[in-house]
């Protein structure tokens, strides 16, 4: 009696969200409260449930999303991956999984964070899709990158619902994709082991080398009348593996074993059958039969939020590598091309050092080893160094920045003559902006400030010896009878 009366008022108040959100739904059917009850009894409040059916009592539309399943999501929207299965009828079952280097959880399903089933694969049946999703998960906003599949068409569709997150093609995608088409090709056995044995290897370790080496094989062992059905191009798009590649081998490996499974899973229970009710059905009796991993989800997230605040929490490495991805591509997209190889050498110079980066209330003092520089973060962004000051660029100390910031370029944070269309050729911006003057004048005034910091820091006795040294040198370069200040 009491669950039949959380039922009906979970029912009504479902309702009227979807009321007051101008959604109509019909009246949620017994049977989907049937294959519901698990996830009742488990959840500390009702998961979000809208369906629609047809006159054949056919489900129309479908969107489901516990509310464990929402909780993930609050806490990892940054990367979302999805993927599409199509049943005998031809309706298709949209699951949202979270995806990313700080997305630590076992179990095949345990990355779900949402199931639907749009009346249609049209933009109208899309766009309510993804409108309904936002609407039950606020953190959509910070949802930075959508990976998808290479068939995937309603683009214009997900970007436009989407403005902010990039999309991408998913490095697994493309690897089922190539899978499909070596079998379709109806090789000899020894080349197909040997494209499929790469492709694994490949895809394991994708580093820009490997890719470029499993390009040369397919261009070589493929017929050019065939090539194109593979897209081979994929391969050389670094956008798409960078995504991916802060995955060590070891990680690689289970990351698509694991997608493997679950998509196998979905296949199995909603992709054999015709019935898109039975096939919903199956599919939740299974998370529930293998539901442990909601327990340790919950007890790894109330250690968490019991025993440290979430902002002092250290960054994985493997984040950082993401943002330092990030800053790549706003370089490349933002800057000409002679910018864009001066910046990204003062990039490498900071993804192999240390930072020190201390707040003030208008500036921050960054050191990556070396000496300490102003940075303003304001736009247009600048820095003390001679980099900066020279070419006007962003420098390491505010690259730097940015990656402790977890933020990329913005085009406001360079001059215009730097911007992509701007400048022709490296030659002739570094012949213009380079400067003797400016560089003797920037290396007394930086040796100025370091001597002025040494002297600041030490005791009146190692004051004295420092400055008589100081004294002496002076001497002996404009001679003793002239009043040099120090």
């Given at each position: 009696m009491i669950l039949e009366r959380l039922k009906a008022s979970w029912t009504a108040a479902l309702q009227r969200k979807y009321f007051d959100l101008g959604i109509w739904t019909s009246p949620i059917s017994p049977m989907a409260l049937t294959m519901l009850n698990g996830h009742l009894i488990k959840d500390s409040s009702p998961p979000m449930l809208l369906h629609q059916v047809n006159k054949t009592a056919q489900l129309d539309t479908f969107n489901y999303q516990s509310c464990f399943m929402q909780s993930i999501f609050d806490h990892f929207?940054?990367?979302?991956?999805?993927?599409?299965?199509?049943?005998?009828?031809?309706?298709?079952?949209?699951?949202?999984?979270?995806?990313?280097?700080?997305?630590?959880?076992?179990?095949?399903?345990?990355?779900?964070?949402?199931?639907?089933?749009?009346?249609?694969?049209?933009?109208?049946?899309?766009?309510?899709?993804?409108?309904?999703?936002?609407?039950?998960?606020?953190?959509?906003?910070?949802?930075?990158?959508?990976?998808?599949?290479?068939?995937?068409?309603?683009?214009?569709?997900?970007?436009?619902?989407?403005?902010?997150?990039?999309?991408?093609?998913?490095?697994?995608?493309?690897?089922?994709?190539?899978?499909?088409?070596?079998?379709?090709?109806?090789l000899e056995r020894p080349m197909e082991r040997l494209l499929l044995t790469s492709l694994q290897s490949t895809m394991c370790s994708a580093t820009a080398g490997n890719l470029r080496k499993l390009y040369t094989l397919l261009s070589n062992c493929i017929p050019p009348a065939r090539l194109p059905e593979l897209h081979s191009h994929w391969l050389l798009n670094d956008r798409i593996w960078l995504a991916h590649r802060w995955r060590s081998r070891a990680e690689s490996s289970r990351y698509f074993q694991s997608l493997e499974v679950t998509t196998h899973i979905l296949s199995q229970f909603f992709g054999t059958t015709p019935s898109e009710k039975q096939g919903?059905?199956?599919?939740?009796?299974?998370?529930?039969?293998?539901?442990?991993?909601?327990?340790?989800?919950?007890?790894?997230?109330?250690?968490?939020?019991?025993?440290?605040?979430?902002?002092?929490?250290?960054?994985?490495?493997?984040?950082?590598?993401?943002?330092?991805?990030?800053?790549?591509?706003?370089?490349?997209?933002?800057?000409?091309?002679?910018?864009a190889q001066l910046c990204l050498g003062e990039l490498a110079v900071v993804q192999k050092s240390t930072h020190l980066i201390g707040s003030g209330s208008e500036k921050m003092n960054i050191q990556i080893l070396e000496d300490t520089h102003k940075v303003q973060p304001q736009p247009p962004a600048s820095c003390s160094c001679y980099f900066n000051q020279a070419f006007h660029l962003p420098c390491r100390h505010i690259l730097a920045m940015l990656s402790a910031r977890?933020?990329?370029?913005?085009?406001?944070?360079?001059?215009?003559?730097?911007?992509?269309?701007?400048?022709?050729?490296?030659?002739?911006?570094?012949?213009?902006?380079?400067?003797?003057?400016?560089?003797?004048?920037?290396?007394?005034?930086?040796?100025?400030?370091?001597?002025?910091?040494?002297?600041?820091?030490?005791?009146?006795?190692?004051?004295?010896?420092?400055?008589?040294?100081?004294?002496?040198?002076?001497?002996s370069w404009i001679g003793p009878y002239e009043q040099v200040q120090l």
């Open positions: 929207p940054e990367i979302l991956f999805i993927h599409r299965t199509y049943n005998p009828r031809g309706k298709v079952l949209y699951t949202f999984l979270v995806d990313g280097p700080r997305v630590q959880l076992e179990g095949h399903l345990a990355r779900a964070v949402y199931f639907a089933i749009p009346a249609k694969e049209d933009t109208e049946g899309l766009a309510q899709m993804f409108q309904i999703f936002k609407k039950f998960n606020p953190a959509w906003e910070r949802v930075c990158t959508i990976l998808v599949d290479p068939h995937f068409l309603p683009l214009p569709t997900l970007a436009m619902e989407f403005p902010a997150a990039e999309v991408l093609l998913s490095a697994f995608h493309i690897c089922k994709f190539l899978q499909a088409k070596f079998y379709q090709l109806s919903m059905a199956s599919l939740f009796r299974y998370m529930q039969q293998n539901s442990a991993d909601m327990a340790n989800f919950n007890q790894g997230l109330c250690a968490q939020n019991n025993h440290a605040p979430s902002d002092t929490i250290p960054e994985s490495p493997k984040v950082e590598q993401l943002v330092e991805s990030r800053i790549q591509h706003s370089l490349n997209a933002i800057c000409t091309g002679p910018a977890r933020q990329v370029l913005q085009p406001d944070m360079l001059p215009a003559q730097w911007t992509a269309g701007c400048a022709t050729s490296l030659d002739s911006i570094l012949g213009s902006k380079w400067s003797e003057t400016l560089d003797k004048h920037l290396a007394v005034t930086h040796l100025t400030e370091e001597v002025g910091q040494l002297l600041q820091h030490c005791s009146k006795e190692e004051f004295e010896r420092r400055y008589s040294t100081l004294r002496e040198l002076a001497d």
